[in-house]
């Protein structure tokens, strides 16, 4: 045993004991001044032993130390049904104690997880809330043996029965291995943790974790799947008007390439008929153009005979020079004139009026030069 913890120590007749277990640390916790006086002078030279001048209790205001005339009696709180069993019951004092709570006593004085520990527990009508404040803190299990002293009934004012607190100790691992019957009234329990409880309360914890666990994710699972179904109804949803959109932009995709081909195909006609008159136009300007070589080789013959009207003949010359100058430009712009060619074929109209015209007059020319 490395830690023994021995609460409402009292006269510590049982201090040859603890250390015959070759304990490391022993701690005696004693509220009543006198007796804690007592355990200090008794243990002076023992390096292992501390003595603690407290009431441990889980409420600090429950600090007034009822001393009986017996001893083993004295008790933080008033001993009413103690005094049925003992008629002759009486308080010798009363003593305003220091207290500390269970929790801050292991803080302190607990041994560390891999050291033995016994908890000698004499506190009458405050035992049960002690260990159960323990339980809670999860601290108690700290200890591999328990001895406590116990009163069957309540004695005092507020304690709980042995029957409950057997029942909470059990419930949290300790089987009782001995049990003192020297008084019937308040026997003495020797008790021992098992550590195979420990392992069905692992097992047990374990097993609502991961129940826990599992309906955690079966409500996951369900959420998910609720979720699933949201997105695949979501999904189908925007699939339809996806659909229905690409089918809209589909047709309209096809109006506009049909309009497309349409105006291209309008375009290509008209390119056509443009060339066709383009094609047109050239055939009439080359006629055009064979005509006035001959005329001119006609004129160049004349010019022999025109001596005396020569200033005619030039006048003649001026004109059809002009008008082969107007022809070249014509020329350069028919590129750029398609759409004027009825005009130009009007204007060739006109020219040719004119040649039929300096025909006749050279005509008359001849005529005139032939008569004289």
Do not use: C
């Not at 490395?2 to 916790?29: C, M, P, R, Y």
């Not at 292991?106 to 809330?129: S, T």
């Not at 055939?283 to 064979?290: A, D, F, G, V």
């Amino acid at each position: 045993m490395h830690t023994i913890i021995h609460i409402g120590a009292g006269q510590a007749k049982e201090l040859s004991q603890w250390l015959n277990t070759g304990a490391k640390h022993v701690i005696l916790v004693e509220p009543n001044p006198r007796l804690a006086e007592n355990l200090r002078q008794k243990t002076a030279g023992m390096d292992q032993v501390v003595v603690l001048e407290t009431a441990v209790t889980t409420t600090a205001a429950n600090n007034q130390l009822h001393e009986y005339n017996l001893p083993e009696a004295s008790s933080l709180h008033s001993a009413t049904g103690l005094k049925t069993l003992f008629p002759g019951l009486k308080t010798n004092a009363i003593h305003t104690v220091a207290t500390l709570s269970p929790k801050k006593l292991l803080i302190d004085y607990a041994p560390k997880p891999d050291q033995l520990a016994m908890l000698v527990l004499q506190a009458p009508g405050e035992e049960h809330a002690i260990l159960k404040a323990l339980v809670n803190t999860g601290q108690l299990e700290q200890f591999s043996e328990l001895r406590l002293a116990v009163s069957l009934d309540s004695y005092y004012k507020g304690s709980i029965a042995a029957e409950q607190t057997r029942q909470l100790l059990a419930n949290y691992g300790y089987d009782i291995i001995e049990e003192n019957q020297q008084d019937p009234d308040w026997p003495t329990w020797h008790l021992q943790r098992n550590p195979l409880k420990d392992q069905i309360s692992a097992f047990q914890a374990e097993l609502i974790a991961t129940k826990q666990a599992q309906a955690q994710a079966e409500r996951d699972n369900l959420d998910l799947q609720r979720s699933l179904e949201d997105l695949q109804t979501n999904s189908r949803t925007e699939i339809i008007q996806l659909k229905k959109q690409a089918e809209e932009s589909k047709k309209s995709l096809h109006a506009e390439i049909n309009a497309e081909k349409q105006a291209f195909t309008e375009l290509e006609e008209a390119k056509q008929t443009l060339q066709k008159s383009e094609v047109e136009l050239l055939h009439t300007l080359e006629s055009n153009k064979h005509q006035m070589a001959e005329k001119d080789q006609r004129v160049g013959e004349l010019e022999k005979l025109e001596t005396d009207l020569s200033q005619q003949l030039d006048q003649s010359k001026r004109q059809l020079t002009n008008k082969q100058t107007r022809i070249k430009d014509l020329e350069t712009q028919v590129g750029d004139l398609t759409h004027k060619t009825d005009e130009l074929r009007k204007t060739n109209q006109l020219m040719q009026q004119d040649l039929v015209k300096a025909e006749a007059q050279l005509q008359l020319l001849k005529e005139f030069v032939l008569h004289e």
